[in-house]
């Protein structure tokens, strides 16, 4: 997998600076040079006191930078000025460490922190920005060149970055998930990377056809049908915190490639649909996550992988399933098919964990996407108070989430006139009636958040801290809200 950038903490050294070859990264506050900063004014000649001063630096918002190439004074070839005041948000400061990490290269860099509040976030942003998905190029980029972090007391900063590297770890681990080609990540290969985190202390256990088939999870397995890969029901369980504590359950869609099915979607973007794991990329992203940084909480995660494919033997519109929990389902569209997988996993984790609350991660429906677009998750949920955990959790870590309403005018729209109910609606409301379609496999007691990150687990342009393509989207909003919220 891919792994953040090793980063070597030193002390704050002006005269490692002078001699840097590579690229030095310097974080100024517009309004006061620090010491250390006006002796590299001084050695530059007043080329820093010149840029800072200039109209291109004044109009920079914050957390933004200009860059000197071959600064006279300097051995660096590049010395980047980060516009950052120390009254800056943490979230602030993190985008401005992607900044950073966004133009890491070959050469080496040294970043100088000094004694920044926000240093660790900084470091943190920086990493999070220079992961990169090559591992399938013949003619990979070169490697990033070493980073060096100065600090005034790096050791005290290193200590305080552990636990985001155990963060990052899991937001990489999701984004390479996502990244994969669907003829690399099969179901198989998926649920033999979450048997290899066993290493972290995971306990893994994989439900295989045969044994969802006598559970009657025959919505999950009639997604699957079709596909020469088998469909599987992988749990990865988390018990950091007491025993006597029921689990908080993470249930991920894992459809590691969706065509439609036999309502098949049109050819225009369909390579996009190696993306369709999102949800249960998330939730392996997160249980990663809480092993590495041995969280004093316990956690379930589920995760459904099948595969949607048009074979002879594949699912039909107008068939009825019957769902583990007793439901009959008409399948008026193959294509609404991750409902029907996370149908069965919810009622499963429910029935068998009894979990203290329960969350899903889908990229479940286009029509999240027109109503937000690429900027929020659409958040449904049945529990206010506890909704406003992961909203506080998602805002505090910069991760867009909007709350969408649920109701019974839109629950009647799923009913069939030859089952109980239909897994899909048609166009109105398309991502709402999804989540009243879930919201009828989950037990009125059990509080539950269901989150469509179809919007947001892929993007075709780069963002501040990811670039082009997998963002990861979930992993730390949902690590913030199991640490404010469910460690012991």
Not at 225 to 234: A, C, I, M, R, T
Not at 352 to 367: E, W
Not at 375 to 386: A, M
């Amino acid at each position: 997998m891919t792994h953040p950038i090793a980063i070597d903490f030193k002390a704050t050294d002006f005269d490692a600076i002078l001699l840097e070859k590579g690229r030095v990264v310097l974080i100024v506050d517009p309004d006061a040079l620090t010491v250390l900063q006006t002796k590299i004014d001084k050695s530059t000649h007043g080329a820093l006191g010149r840029a800072i001063k200039s109209d291109a630096f004044s109009v920079l918002p914050q957390g933004k930078s200009l860059e000197l190439s071959f600064p006279v004074g300097l051995l660096a070839e590049t010395l980047q000025v980060v516009k950052l005041a120390k009254s800056v948000t943490p979230l602030v400061a993190r985008r401005a460490g992607g900044g950073i990490g966004a133009n890491l290269s070959k050469v080496s860099s040294l970043i100088s922190l000094e004694d920044h509040p926000h240093a660790d976030e900084l470091t943190f942003g920086a990493a999070l920005r220079a992961y990169s998905f090559d591992q399938h190029k013949t003619k990979p980029p070169a490697p990033l060149g070493q980073v060096k972090v100065q600090a005034n007391d790096p050791e005290a900063l290193a200590a305080k970055t552990a636990s985001h590297a155990a963060l990052a770890e899991g937001v990489f681990f999701t984004r390479d998930l996502v990244n994969e080609p669907a003829n690399i990540l099969t179901t198989d290969s998926f649920a033999a990377r979450l048997v290899a985190m066993r290493d972290l202390g995971l306990e893994i256990e994989i439900l295989e056809e045969s044994q969802m088939l006598a559970l009657g999870m025959h919505a999950l397995l009639g997604v699957g049908q079709g596909s020469e890969s088998p469909s599987k029901l992988v749990v990865l369980r988390w018990n950091g915190g007491k025993k006597e504590n029921a689990p908080l359950a993470l249930v991920g869609k894992g459809v590691v490639f969706d065509t439609g099915g036999i309502s098949i979607k049109p050819a225009g973007g369909m390579e996009e649909m190696t993306m369709d794991m999102g949800g249960a990329g998330v939730v392996a992203g997160v249980m990663r996550s809480l092993a590495l940084r041995k969280a004093r909480a316990n956690v379930v995660g589920l995760v459904g992988l099948v595969e949607n494919m048009p074979d002879g033997r594949a699912q039909r519109p107008g068939d009825i399933v019957t769902s583990m929990k007793g439901t009959t389902i008409e399948v008026i569209n193959t294509d609404a098919e991750g409902r029907l997988v996370l149908a069965d996993v919810l009622w499963y984790a429910q029935e068998t964990y009894k979990p203290h609350a329960m969350i899903n991660l889908a990229t479940l429906t286009g029509a999240i996407i027109v109503a937000l677009g690429h900027e929020n998750t659409g958040g449904f949920s049945n529990n206010t108070l506890f909704y406003d955990k992961l909203d506080k959790a998602a805002e505090a870590e910069g991760e867009g989430l909007w709350r969408m309403p649920l109701g019974d005018a839109y629950d009647a729209k799923l009913t069939s006139r030859i089952a109980d109910i239909v897994n899909s609606c048609g166009r109105d409301a398309g991502a709402i009636t999804a989540a009243q379609f879930l919201q009828r496999f989950v037990k009125p007691e059990t509080p539950w958040i269901h989150l469509d990150i179809a919007g947001t687990a892929l993007m075709k342009t780069a963002t501040d801290l990811a670039p082009k393509g997998a963002t990861g989207w979930g992993v730390l909003a949902l690590n913030r809200m199991i640490a404010d919220h469910f460690e012991d």
